[in-house]
C-alpha cells in the first residue's frame, strides 16, 4: 500500500530562519515519483519539484532544497531563509510510474513570522 | 500557456441534491484528476480520465461520476449529496505519453462545496 506521512502539522519560524519539512513514504513499488506541493490560501496546489526513485541527488532550487534518501523512505524539503510569502501549507506526495493516483500526506502548515 | 480552470469556485447544495463542477484542462495536457480534499485534510483521489475514459478510481462511492470530453475538458458529478460531501474539490491535468505520464499533476484553483 502507498503511504505518505508528515508527521508536522504546524510549524512556525520567524522570518530568516532555516525551516525543514518532513516527509516519509512507505510503497512496495521499484518505480516511484516523489513531490512537494504548496498550497496557499487561494487553494491552488502549486507544483514544486518531482523526483523519480532513481535519482537519489539532492536538489537545490533558489532558496528550496530537497533532500530524498531511499535508505530511510523520506524525501524532506528544506526552506532556507524563509520568508513571509513562504507562508502556506505544504504537501508531500507519492504516485507509481503510470502516475495514475497520487497519494498525498496530511500537509505541513509553515507559518513564517515577520 | 493556459492553466487549468474550474467553475463555479463556490457552490452552496442541500443534502439529497445533485452537483457537477466543471474543469479546462491546461493546454498540452489529456488527463483529467479529480480530487476532494477537506478541511485539514491532504488531497484524496477520486479518479482519473484519459482518453474519455475512467483510468482508475480511488475510494469513493459510485453517486461519484465523471465525464471527459473531446477537449479534454471534464466533470464531476455527486449524486444524493451527503453533508460530508462538503469540500474542496480540485480538478488537476496532466500529460500521459507512451503510456506514462509525462508531467507532474497541474491543480486548478479548486471548487468549494458546501452542503446544508
Known amino acids: 500500500a502507498q503511504k505518505v506521512t508528515q508527521a508536522q502539522t504546524e510549524i512556525s519560524v520567524v522570518e530568516k530562519e532555516d525551516v525543514t519539512l518532513d516527509c516519509v513514504y512507505e510503497?512496495?513499488?521499484?518505480?516511484?515519483?516523489l513531490f512537494w506541493y504548496k498550497q496557499p490560501p487561494s487553494g491552488e496546489l502549486v507544483f514544486l519539484i518531482r523526483r523519480n526513485s532513481f535519482d537519489e541527488q539532492n536538489e537545490i532550487s533558489g532558496r528550496y532544497s530537497w533532500n530524498f534518501q531511499k535508505s530511510t523512505s523520506s524525501f524532506n524539503f528544506t526552506i532556507t531563509a524563509s520568508q513571509v510569502v513562504d507562508s502556506a501549507v505544504y504537501f508531500c506526495a507519492l504516485s507509481d510510474s503510470t502516475g495514475n493516483q497520487f497519494y498525498f500526506g496530511t500537509g505541513t502548515s509553515l507559518t513564517v513570522i515577520p | 500557456e493556459t492553466g487549468v480552470t474550474q467553475s463555479p469556485t463556490h457552490l452552496i447544495k442541500t443534502r439529497g441534491q445533485q452537483v457537477t463542477l466543471r474543469c479546462s484542462s491546461q493546454s498540452g495536457h489529456n488527463t483529467v484528476s479529480w480530487y476532494q480534499q477537506a478541511l485539514g485534510q491532504g488531497p484524496q483521489f477520486i479518479f482519473q480520465y484519459y482518453r474519455e475514459e475512467e483510468n482508475g478510481r480511488g475510494n469513493f462511492p459510485p453517486r461519484f461520476s465523471g465525464l471527459q470530453f473531446p477537449n479534454y475538458s471534464s466533470e464531476l458529478n455527486v449524486n444524493a449529496l451527503e453533508l460530508d460531501d462538503s469540500a474542496l474539490y480540485l480538478c488537476a491535468s496532466s500529460l500521459i505519453a507512451g503510456g506514462f505520464y509525462n508531467s507532474p499533476l497541474h491543480f486548478g484553483n479548486g471548487t468549494r462545496l458546501t452542503v446544508t
Open positions: 510503497t512496495r513499488d521499484t518505480t516511484y515519483y
